[in-house]
Nanobody, 118 residues
């Protein structure tokens, strides 16, 4: 069982920056993929990006060049550095983990609100 706890959301002006972090516990968990999703009211959750244990990253086209995902495999922390934020980035951001151990297990954080507004 993996628990994910996000932090770092809040209100920021357009063009500003925010950093989200997600701590996975227990810290010794072998998590294959860590990533971030976001969701706005009435819409499906969409994948923002992910990072594998080996450091391979993927990003949604809308955030390429603006967002950066990084991962600390020792402490099992994944971060999302968000720059040049736009109003359309406003959403609840969820941390996501995939553990492959015979079966594929998925875990979600509780979500953190990011609001981009002047």
């Amino acid at each position: 069982q993996v628990q994910l706890v996000e932090s770092g959301g809040g209100l920021v002006q357009p063009g500003g920056s925010l950093r989200l972090s997600c701590a996975a516990s227990p810290s010794g968990s072998s998590i294959n993929v860590l990533g971030w999703y976001r969701q706005t009211p009435g819409n499906q959750r969409e994948k923002v990006g992910s990072v594998s244990m080996g450091g391979h990253t993927t990003y949604h086209d809308s955030v390429k060049g603006r967002f950066t995902i990084s991962r600390d495999n020792v402490q099992n922390i994944v971060s999302l550095e968000m720059n040049s934020l736009r109003p359309e980035d406003t959403a609840v951001y969820y941390c996501h983990a995939i553990v492959t151990s015979g079966f594929v297990y998925e875990y979600w954080g509780q979500g953190t609100q990011v609001t981009v507004s002047s």
